[in-house]
């Protein structure tokens, strides 16, 4: 069974940077497509980015697309969410998200819906302040 621990988050100043980890455990990372979601107070779940196992292809929402970057190292079954240019509103908690592979087309239409995605972190706490 495949597990996920995020570990990166913190309080960060506006323009800041920070690195989420994504470490996966029960199973190879690279045969699942990785994806992060957020969520603040009182909002729903948000897709932030996804990169699929098949092709490597990557999807980001348009809040922070140009600031952050997804990437994995297959070798150390670990995923990463990079975040450059923080804002106040990128304060959220952010999971990590695995999803077995699929029809690679399929993702560009679904990978931002958190209802796709069967497995879930714990989570981790983003919060940019001054």
């Known amino acids: 069974q495949l597990q996920l621990v995020e570990s990166g988050g913190g309080l960060v100043q506006p323009g800041g940077s920070l690195r989420l980890s994504c470490a996966a455990s029960g199973a190879t990372l690279d045969y699942y497509t990785i994806g992060w979601f957020r969520q603040a107070p009182g909002k729903e779940r948000e897709g932030v980015a996804c990169?699929?196992?098949?092709?490597?292809?990557?999807y980001y929402a348009d809040s922070v697309k140009g600031r952050f970057t997804i990437s994995r190292d297959n070798a150390k079954n670990t995923a990463y969410l990079q975040m450059n240019s923080l804002k106040p509103e990128d304060t959220a908690f952010y999971y990590c998200v695995a999803e077995q592979p699929r029809y690679a087309p399929t993702w560009t239409i679904v990978w931002n819906r958190a209802v796709e995605w069967e497995y879930w972190g714990q989570g981790t706490q983003v919060t940019v302040s001054s």
């Open positions: 990169i699929t196992s098949s092709d490597g292809r990557t």
